[in-house]
């Protein structure tokens, strides 16, 4: 971590143009809206693990329901309308499952929010996050997941971004392996200081 640290409490500037559909042999990204509504909340709520360790335990599985979920959905709708932010569906090559989420966020609202120190960010960054299902016998690798979403986010192109490790010791490897093909097309990593509570990004076992 280098000295040159920042938290900002200001919200995306500048509009974001909304990322197209993004179609792969492993996987479909594609927006989070209200036609996913029971695919989104199977997954969530069958993914415990991949949750809690995502949102840093703050979001709970246990009960949740499509209304629960609606209002979630709701807003993602409203944030892709202005540009604020991107919730997307990470889909199974036949669209019948939903294999986890992955967001796109302004840096700056991304550190307020959080209460994060980010260190070597932009403040026009854009912040990548993403969670994968519990079950990995359906879906392809953490490391396969990011690589189709570094080659989604390098054809959006409307910002860089920045992507957000998992500082657990028991996904060191893996942590690892992600690192290497983040970097090979320029989505770079990031170490980040908690202030308020440590916020977990990246759930890919």
């Keep these: 971590m280098t000295s040159h640290c920042l938290k900002i409490g200001r919200v995306n500037p500048h509009p974001w143009p909304l990322p197209r559909e993004f179609h792969t042999p492993d996987l479909s990204v594609v927006p989070l809206t209200m036609d996913l509504l029971a695919r989104d909340t199977e997954a969530f709520v069958s993914s415990p693990r991949a ?20 209002p979630l959905l709701s807003e993602h709708e409203r944030e892709h309308a202005s540009g604020a932010a991107f919730a997307c569906s990470l889909l199974s090559p036949d669209a019948s499952r939903e294999l986890g989420c992955a967001y796109l966020r302004p840096m700056s609202a991304y550190a307020a929010r959080t209460g994060t120190l980010l260190a070597e960010a932009h403040a026009d960054s854009a912040i990548l996050t993403f969670w994968a ?22 054809e959006w192109g409307a910002a860089p971004a920045v992507l957000r490790f998992l500082g657990r010791r028991e996904r060191d490897r893996e942590r690892g392996a992600i690192s290497r093909v983040a970097g090979t097309r320029g989505v770079r990593t990031i170490s980040a200081l908690p202030l308020v509570r440590g916020v977990v990004s990246v759930s890919s076992r």
């Design 133 to 154: 299902i519990d079950d990995t016998g359906s879906r392809p690798p953490g490391v396969v997941i990011l690589g189709h979403l570094r080659d989604w986010v390098a």
């Design 51 to 70: 949750i809690e360790a995502h949102s840093a335990e703050l979001w709970r599985t246990d009960g949740f329901t499509e209304e629960d979920n609606l």
